[in-house]
């Protein structure tokens, strides 16, 4: 039988990816990022512009890593939190646990197929969750962003992305590719994992193919640069 490359962009592969890292994601994204992810978390979901007894949809939410960014910000508001990783939702819940103040509801769920109703969120927010999505499927994903919205919502998202400026970006690449599986391995056991989010950054590029297709979802958008361009974010609003 010949030998079939997986598709990296199909849900199970991805699933098993992150059910498999959720014990080091959140070390390893920390450490490869110098820290800055803490920093890029705070900066998107500020740009969402959160306020007391909103509703917030944290898309892709991982173990929670944006909820302290959140918590913030939404006194006395509901945060419901959807990934699709049973591995990410274990961690999540405990997560939950430390965050008492917050009404949190954790859905096990496809962000691209969701069962929440239109309209039901004043904000989402989704964190480094947009680059394991083919081209096809962040038209989905923005087409679900511009449903969930309730009309006057907003919207912010970041993900890694490749700066613009060559020095930077051979470097950066370098160690997305080459340094961070190291890292992925001493915690692990397992550099294939971690070397596949260098691939999904490479194919991924920057936010701008988001923000088109945001765009043409019928959301207004601002694009942001974090670091010169290791991060990139779309905000927005839904008129
Ligand atoms: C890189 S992690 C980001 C986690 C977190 N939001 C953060 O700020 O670090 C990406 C998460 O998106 C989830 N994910 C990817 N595609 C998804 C989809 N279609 N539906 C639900 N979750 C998805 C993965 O399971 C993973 O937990």
């Not at 909103?54 to 509901?78: F, I, K, N, P």
């Not at 309730?150 to 020095?167: C, T, Y």
């Not at 915690?187 to 194919?203: F, H, I, S």
């Not at 193919?209 to 905000?235: E, I, K, W």
Request: aromatic share 12%; charged share 25%; net charge neutral.
């Amino acid at each position: 039988m010949k030998f079939r490359a997986p598709d990296i962009y199909d849900a199970g592969f991805v699933e098993r990816l992150f059910d498999e890292m959720s014990g080091t994601y959140e070390r390893v994204n920390y450490l490869s990022s110098f820290g800055f992810s803490r920093r890029w978390r705070e900066q998107f979901v500020g740009e969402a512009s959160i306020g007391p007894g909103m509703t917030v949809c944290d898309l892709m939410c991982g173990v929670g890593e944006c909820w302290e960014a959140v918590s913030a910000q939404l006194a006395g508001g509901r945060l419901v939190a959807l990934d699709f990783s049973g591995g990410m939702l274990r961690l999540a819940e405990h997560r939950r646990a430390d965050l008492p103040d917050l009404d949190i509801s954790l859905r096990r769920e496809d962000a691209l197929a969701s069962s929440l109703r239109d309209g039901c969120a004043d904000r989402i927010v989704c964190g480094f969750g947009v680059k394991t999505l083919s081209d096809e499927q962040r038209e989905v994903f923005a087409s679900e962003v511009a449903r969930l919205l309730r009309p006057g919502g907003a919207f912010s998202l970041v993900e890694v992305s490749i700066p613009r400026g060559w020095w930077l970006k051979g470097l950066y690449m370098l160690y997305l590719k080459h340094i961070i599986p190291i890292i992925g391995w001493v915690l692990l056991g397992n550099p294939e994992n971690y070397r596949m989010l260098g691939v999904y950054t490479e194919q991924f590029g920057d936010c701008r193919s988001m923000r088109n297709a945001l765009v043409r979802n019928g959301l207004r958008t601002t694009y942001h640069d974090y670091f010169f361009g290791c991060a990139s974010g779309v905000s927005g609003i839904k008129l």
